[in-house]
């Protein structure tokens, strides 16, 4: 297999690691500007009731969900929402 490997060519190497360098730089930026578009002091003007927002926390993916009511938590709560938000997902 490591003589399989060695004799692998690949050509334009070169352009293929800047595609891929910049790939990267694309997603991280991505990422950045979700952040700071779902940052609270930005989005929660946004949260009214009846409003359409996707749902997702951390990996999970929760679908569609209206939201319902929002209140701003106080200060020092362990609470990671003060939105309320219904959700619907379609089951076959």
Not at 55 to 67: I, L, M
Not at 74 to 87: D, E, H, L, M, P
Request: proline share 2%; with cysteine.
């Amino acid at each position: 297999m490591e003589r399989e490997k060695s004799l692998i060519a690949i050509d334009d190497e070169v352009i293929v690691r800047e595609y891929y360098e910049l790939r990267q730089k694309l997603d991280m930026y991505a990422k950045d500007m979700r952040d700071v578009i779902n940052h609270p002091s930005y989005c929660l003007k946004f949260m009214q009731p009846g409003r359409l927002v996707k749902v997702k926390y951390g990996n999970h993916d929760f679908g569609w969900g209206a939201v319902v009511a929002y209140s701003r938590r106080a200060r020092g709560k362990v609470s990671n929402t003060g939105v309320g938000i219904a959700t619907h997902t379609n089951s076959v």
